[in-house]
């Protein structure tokens, strides 16, 4: 994955072999790559439903109604609906509104969108509901980029840059 960090099948592949070992983390974190990369790319059509199901493991305590609206938004951000990825993302948030990754992945996908004052303060919420995520210096890099380029989206930051959507 280090030499290709843009194939789909590497990095489902990494997540598989950390999904072996236990951990669960790093799994998730190269299934959300490896989705982003190309969830179409056929070797990694097992990715969601791992994913789904590491995520079940972790978060025993959301709501179904927001783990299905969170599931719609990561659904409509692969579809390229943005819009309908944020509402989905804002519907989870209100069903569970002390989940973390509905309110992070909402402000991804604002800050895709170019709502950058919304993706400040949807990322701002993150860090408060999850002071000691391991992205936490990151997100808050993120955050000081927007808040100095108000004007700037996702596309604008270098590549490597990238938040991905986390589950």
């Known amino acids: 994955t ?6 789909a099948e590497l ?10 070992l236990g951990e669960t983390e790093a799994a ?5 790559r490896a989705l982003a ?5 056929q070797g990694i059509g097992d990715a969601r439903p791992r994913l789904e199901a590491l995520a079940r493991a972790r ?3 959301v709501p179904e109604a927001a783990r299905s609206a969170f599931l719609n938004g990561l659904l409509q951000a692969d579809l390229g609906d943005l819009g309908g990825a944020e509402v989905a993302f804002g ?7 002390d989940w973390p990754a509905a309110l992070y992945n909402r402000g991804v996908v604002r800050m895709r969108l170019g709502k950058s004052a919304l993706a400040v303060e949807d990322l701002e919420g993150y860090l408060d509901l999850h002071p000691n995520a391991a992205d936490a210096i990151l997100v808050s890099q993120r955050i000081g ?3 100095t380029r108000p004007s700037a989206s996702a596309d604008t930051f270098a590549p490597g840059e990238d938040l991905f959507v986390k589950i």
């Open 91 to 97: 519907n989870a948030f209100l069903a569970a509104p």
């Open 11 to 20: 990095a489902y592949r990494y997540g598989r072999s950390l999904e072996s």
């Open 2 to 7: 280090e030499l290709d960090p843009t194939s």
């Open 37 to 41: 990369l190309g969830s179409r790319e």
């Open 145 to 147: 980029q927007l808040q």
């Open 28 to 32: 998730i974190e190269e299934f959300c």
């Open 59 to 61: 978060e025993p305590d």
